[in-house]
């Protein structure tokens, strides 16, 4: 489970997380959801330590964040990690170098499914094309954790759909995964839990099937009642 | 330390081109150095002995022997040093400001490698040293061939020999770069090695604070001169010449020591704690 505690954050004098907190289970998915500059991507930096934090405290099977957690846990920013010069071969060559969970097999699966050419130089992908490769080092790694940032920003419609194909296959199945999006409708039904932002602050925290089934109401409907309330 | 050397070997892969650019431009501008200047040489004996009908013997008294010592004090020898200087004085700050700049931010990677943090701040640091060295080494074995070419070029008689040692030793400038005694070697790598140390300190500050970062990066370099220069000033200006040599270099070397350990350990902490991508 990753626990998120109280984390404040300030840039500048702008306090940005005002003491947030929420968990994230193993085997499910959550997304964080909020208006751009609440402090999304700034939560996924701070769980892989990418940012320090003025207060609080993230927790990742109990346990903070050391190198070994690295294996345990991945994060799909909304940028590409690897050098433009590469091709996505000498990605992967590189992640296998130094990622003892690295599970080629896995790899090449995801080759496949999004149809991508590992002789490609990665400078010359199109923006749906970046966004898989970048997917592909994440999931490709046997962690138990992936952070995602706005896997769909950006990207045409039908790259959307592979994407969105990605999170009922079994390559997510049995991790626990955080993702953050403005494109809810892509993937609202495959949504376990949902974390709403609104002011650096968590406004609602709740289980999308409960909603579903107890209220009737989809994320969308939680949504309109938290923020156009 | 398997990681540490796979990062080297990647950090080092991605130099290979400029280093191997600024080599080339090393190799070709000394070599048309050696060219030029020995031709100039040839023509002005030319000019004398055919033309003006001097004696070789008067020529050879007037304007001395062709030396390798005139090549390498010649801008075609020493212009491809400096930009090889230059260079890599430059790629100390690229070598961490490529990886937050432009549109891949492999920073990201680099901190989410399941190493300690610190292996990056070590390989980038062995990549300068390689670098150096490496230009250092090639250098050395581009200036016999170079005498070589002086040879071939410039007849027995209009000629001096000097070995490689005698060149190097002839030209302060060089003695920097080669240097002629273990002690020297220390005392001018070691202080390159401690400058770059804080030198990334300070980029790791502004890295990590941003404007404030600059200023605890001037503060900490500007801390570093203090102390490493502590015993230097107290035997100056406080105790009157208390020490003897020997005592001032091993204080020299303990304070060296003393910074390098501390910009490793903040430099440590700064990549663990309170880096921002």
Redesign the interface.
Known sequence: MIEVKEIEKRYGRKKILKGVSFTAEKGEITCLIGINGVGKTTIL?AI?????LHKGQILIDGKPID?????KI??I?D??????HMTINEAME?MK????CWNQKRANELLGFFRLDPSSR?SSLSKGNTAKVNLLLGLALDVDYVLMDEPFSGIDMFSREEIANVFTSHLIENRGVIITTHEIGDIEHLLDKVVLLDDGLVTKEFSAEAARENEGKSVIDVMREVYQK | MKKYLQLVNFEFNRIVKLFTVLLGITFVAQMIGVVVQSRSYLNLANEKMYKEMMPQAEFLESFGQMSFLQIAKSSWFFGPIALCVAGVAFYIFFIWYRDWIGKNTFIYRLLMLPTSRLNIFFAKITTILLMTFGFVAVQLIMIPIEIMVLKAMVPNEFRLDLGVMEVVTSIPELTLIFPSSIMEFIFNYGLGLLAVSVLFTGILFERSYKWKGILAGLLYGALAVVVLLLPLLLHEFVLNNFFYPIELLVLEIIMGLLVLSASIWVSGFLLKKKVTV
């Open positions: 930096k892989m330590a990418l940012t320090p190198k070994h957690s690295f294996e991945t994060f920013p940028s590409l990690t690897m050098l433009p590189f170098d130094f990622y003892t990665i």
